[in-house]
């Protein structure tokens, strides 16, 4: 037999950022209790409003499987006598575990004879144990800040209203604080702000719409989408995509009453962005476009409220709106009365960090960075570079930025336009802030990658220097996002860019500024980037001893690490790969604790080290070439091409021999062929079989 659960957790107004995550959870913690407890549940499922957290579960078993428990006791041999009776040891034990002494068995193990006994523990009834494991889902439901209110110890997002808590019609008995569970539900808290009793799921879902709230979170979604759609469809429109404030406007409401409002056309003559921040940020609203794209004086708004004359509300959201972008309109006219480049000097008095200075010092690093990044990757480029840089912080000066703080980057590309700047320096003005979270957007042209390069460098470097790292748990500077982005653009943009030569250039900047050695600075810094490159690539598919094993043998140029990665990758899917693979660990590790130097070609005696120099010498020479041109699965292929020779030498050569110079001949012998190979990749990070 199974069963229905539902539970509806009643609060204050939850924030909307945090209930997906929140329900998200719940389901998750029900799972876990339902696997610990041996009850069978066949669907879990969430919904959720800003006033309720609702967890459902379909099929579940009314009763706990049973099971079966081992329980070892004593040895054996103190169990039972030399005629086989039990001994008080055996008598306490069955009387301890409530069996007869019939039922005790012996059991070998690998410390010997035990006796054991064996118990099958029927399952307990599921809504005897609902309660308990209930409270604790509750209790560790994910916030990322929880209040306590009142007199209250208990800690939750928000102070609880109400608890509706019901198996199969049957009230389960919960207490949180002072409040009580029981079988009722509240309707919305304006259009129906009443109780309203609950026997089942269907019920639940049914009773709630009709008192005004509609718990599903895709349901709103779809009601908003269509009523605004066909709202935009009336004047000629559509709305602008926008899932994010879609996702959040769904968990400000609980009944969503869509309607369209409008603004002053001559607002238009606003930047797009302008207009559109002023409408989605503040106010929540969506913007309307026409069949070119272009914005239209319309907006939709959604209220959680049902007023009995909608126009009402649609005049006093206009009227917000009308005052947010005459404010606009006045800070996009003060703003133009001076230029970015007037504002450079202005950076020296806004602190970037305490630590580290001004933004007009932190202009000055990226100019210094920017100018050898161009050179490396196109020096045609460099002016355009050079002035990007120095105009990247000045939109932090203007009011619209002031007010609109999201708009960083945008403003500054509308006023280096309106100015008559080089368009390609306006881009990077925008550009380089990208990609602003770990799979946003990369910047398209050359100059704005250059300069994001060397801002989330800046960024890194900084604040390691002056002990800012990430910790497992914190990372308040987004440095982890920032190394991921400079991997993401240089793979993306296939820049050969050395890496620790750009770090040390930028950890050299803050050399007045730091106390720290800066060669720890550079090792910090180098390996925290290349545990994100692990990281990235082990996600994209590769496997981890590939890319750690590309990556320790030379982390320069992460598109050069990157073709040695794929070219690795592929030669393991092939048969002789494993073979190849513990010839060359082979070397690498006899090597490893030893010193070595040039091969004396006169001290090779044995037929096989003579036979394995000679390989060598054959193929050093057209490696090498391989490597340095990229062509890396030529280069794997001809040193696999060595691995008959390095067989035959370990099984007819002693290494390890008593006279010294031979024994350092052979082993500087093996530390060619290592050092070959070692050009692709470190073979002692392949995992062998």
């Known amino acids: 037999m199974t069963g229905e659960l539902l539970l ?19 389901k998750n913690l029900l799972q876990t209790e339902l696997e610990t407890q041996r009850i069978h549940c066949e669907n879990i499922f969430t919904f959720g409003t800003p006033r309720r957290l609702v967890l459902c579960a379909e099929g579940m078993a009314e009763k706990q499987a049973d099971t079966v428990v081992d329980t070892v ?18 008598e306490s034990f069955a009387l301890r575990q409530g069996v007869a002494l019939s039922d005790l068995g012996v059991v070998d193990t690998p410390k010997g004879r035990y006796i054991q006994v064996t118990k099958k523990i029927s399952g307990k009834e599921t809504i005897s144990l609902l309660p308990e494991f209930l409270e604790k889902v509750i209790s560790a ?25 019901l198996f199969n019609n049957t009230i389960i008995p919960l207490s949180i604080d002072t409040v009580k569970s029981s079988n009722q539900s509240w309707g919305h808290r304006f259009l129906s702000n009443q109780p309203f009793t609950v026997q089942d799921v269907a019920s639940y879902l049914q009773q709630s719409e009709e008192n005004f709230v509609m718990p599903e979170i895709e349901k709103r979604k779809a009601s908003i989408q269509r009523d605004a759609q066909r709202l935009a469809e009336e004047v000629g429109g559509k709305v602008l995509a ?11 409401i609980e009944y969503p009453v869509t309607l369209r409002g409008s603004f002053a056309p ?3 003559e606003l930047p797009r962005d302008v207009l559109i921040s002023s409408m989605r940020e503040h106010q ?3 913007a309307l476009i026409d069949a070119h794209d272009a914005l239209l004086p319309y907006f939709i708004v959604v209220s959680n409220n049902r007023a009995r004359d909608p126009q009402v509300v649609i005049k006093g959201n206009e009227r917000v709106l009308s005052a947010r972008l005459t404010d606009a309109r006045f800070f996009f006219r003060e703003d133009r009365k001076k230029t970015l480049f007037d504002r450079v000097d202005a950076l020296k008095h806004v602190v970037y960090q305490v630590k580290l200075g001004s933004l007009y010092d932190k202009v000055a690093r990226l100019t210094e960075i920017t100018s050898h990044l161009v050179q490396a990757v196109n020096p045609a480029l460099a002016q355009k570079t050079q002035r990007a840089a120095l105009l990247c912080k000045t939109d932090l000066l203007t009011a619209m930025v002031g007010e609109f703080p999201s708009l ?32 946003g957007i990369l910047p398209a042209s050359v100059i704005g990658s250059l300069l994001s390069i060397a801002e989330k460098t800046d960024n890194i470097v900084g604040c390691f220097s002056i002990g800012l790292v990430p910790t497992g748990t914190a990372d308040p500077y987004a440095l982890r996002r920032h190394a991921l982005g400079i991997i993401n653009i240089i793979l993306e943009k296939s820049f050969h860019l050395l890496l620790p030569d750009l770090l040390s250039r930028s950890i050299n900047l803050f050399a007045a500024k730091t106390n720290r050695s800066l060669d720890a600075i550079q090792d910090e810094v180098l390996e925290f980037i290349r545990v994100r490159f692990l990281n990235r690539l082990t996600a994209q598919g590769f496997d981890h001893d590939v890319v750690e094993a590309a990556s320790s043998a030379g982390f320069v140029d992460l598109v050069e690490v990157f073709e040695r990665i794929k070219a690795i990758q592929e030669l393991k899917k092939q048969p002789d790969f494993q073979p190849l693979a513990i010839t060359f660990k082979r070397v690498v590790n006899i090597i490893a604790s030893h010193a070595y130097e040039d091969v004396n070609p006169s001290l090779l005696t044995e037929e096989a080290e003579k036979n394995l120099y000679d390989s060598y010498q054959k193929g050093a020479i057209k490696i090498h070439h391989l490597i340095e041109t990229r062509d890396y699965p030529a280069a794997l292929k001809r040193l696999a091409n060595l691995k008959p020779a390095v067989d035959n030498f370990f099984d007819g050569v002693m290494v390890m021999c008593e006279d010294q110079a031979v024994k350092a001949n052979r082993l500087a012998l093996l530390g060619k062929v290592a050092a070959l190979f070692r050009g692709v990749a ?3 990070k392949i995992i062998t079989e």
Not at 142 to 160: H, L, T, Y
């Open 73 to 90: 006791g004593p040895p054996a041999k103190v169990a039972f006598d030399a005629n086989g009776n039990p001994t008080k040891a055996a």
């Open 242 to 252: 926008d899932e994010d404030l879609l996702d959040e406007v769904v968990n400000l």
């Open 141 to 165: 439901i994910p916030f990322p800040k929880s209040m306590r209110w009142a007199n209250s110890d208990v800690r939750f997002v928000r102070p609880i209203k109400w608890i509706l808590a």
């Open 8 to 26: 509806e957790i009643g609060t204050e107004e939850i924030p909307a950022g945090f209930l997906s995550p929140a329900l998200e959870g719940m």
């Open 284 to 286: 929540k609203y969506f």
């Open 408 to 439: 960083q980057g945008t403003m500054g590309r509308e006023y280096a336009l309106l100015e008559g700047e080089d368009p390609d320096v306006a881009q990077a003005l925008y550009e380089h802030y990208l990609p602003t979270t770990r799979k």
């Open 266 to 268: 001559a607002f238009l």
């Open 682 to 684: 470190d073979f002692a």
